[in-house]
């Protein structure tokens, strides 16, 4: 599934937010009993790269921004 916005977002105001929803959701897992294993936000600069990160499925979520585009991929694994 792939979700695209146009939004302007400064690099640093992306990453903040981003910690702060992986933060808040954990703590949310957390207080309903979920172990949680939470990663630091990784950034990677070049053009047409690809990853193979996990053969868990994941949500990508595409941002246009002033420094260009933005991917973000989401997984959940039980």
Known sequence: MIFKAKIEFTSNTYI???GKI????AIMLSNNGY???ITPPSTVFG???YFIISTVETITIEIDS???RIEVN???EV
């Not at 992986?22 to 959701?25: D, F, L, P």
């Open 16 to 18: 903040t937010e981003y």
């Open 47 to 49: 053009k047409d790269m």
């Open 74 to 76: 989401i997984g959940l």
């Open 35 to 37: 172990l949680t294993d």
């Open 66 to 68: 002033s420094i260009g």
């Open 22 to 25: 992986k933060g808040n959701a």
